[in-house]
C-alpha cells in the first residue's frame, strides 16, 4: 500500500514545487509535511492558503486511495476547508483520514497542523473532502 502511495505522489509535479513529502501511509490514513519556506508564502510571511490546502488534500485523496480497488485512483470531487489561524511554523503535517469508504465516494477529514521550533502543534486547518474512484 505505501509502494502505491509514494509512487502516485512521486508523480505530482505540485507536491514536488512545494516541498512536500510522505510521512506516514496506513489503512484510512496519509501524513504530509510540508517544510516551511519564503516561496510557499503570502504577502504576510505566512504559509499561503492555497499550499496548506493543497496539501491536505492531497492526504485526504491518499487516505482514500489505501480504500480503494487496486485498479482504481481516485480523484476530488468537493471538499470545504476551515482556514482556523495563520499557518505560522517551521514544518506543517496534513493528516487525511477516511471516514466513509463506498464503492464510488469516499468521505474524509483532515487537519493540518503548525509544528514551531519547541515542538508546539497547533490545528490551522480542517477538511472535509469527497473523493472519487475511477478506473484506470
Known amino acids: 500500500m505505501r509502494q502505491r ?3 502516485s505522489f512521486a508523480a505530482q509535479g505540485l507536491m514536488t514545487t512545494l516541498g512536500a513529502r510522505i510521512l506516514h501511509v496506513e489503512d484510512g490514513e496519509v501524513h504530509i509535511e510540508l517544510p516551511f519556506s519564503k516561496g510557499v508564502t503570502q504577502q504576510l510571511g505566512y504559509v499561503h492558503a492555497g499550499a496548506i490546502t493543497s496539501v491536505l488534500d492531497s492526504a485526504c485523496g491518499y487516505a482514500a486511495l489505501t480504500k480503494a480497488p487496486a ?3 481516485v480523484v476530488t470531487a468537493e471538499f ?3 482556514l482556523m489561524r495563520p499557518a505560522i511554523g517551521e514544518r506543517f ?3 487525511g483520514k477516511v471516514n466513509n469508504a463506498g464503492k464510488i465516494l469516499t468521505v474524509c477529514t ?4 503548525s509544528v514551531a521550533q519547541d515542538g508546539t502543534q497547533k490545528v490551522v486547518a480542517l477538511m472535509q473532502a469527497t473523493v472519487v474512484n475511477v478506473k484506470r
Do not use: F, R
Open 5 to 7: 502511495i509514494e509512487e
Open 71 to 73: 485498479d482504481h485512483e
Open 80 to 82: 470545504k476547508i476551515n
Open 93 to 95: 503535517i496534513a493528516i
Open 110 to 113: 483532515g487537519e493540518v497542523k
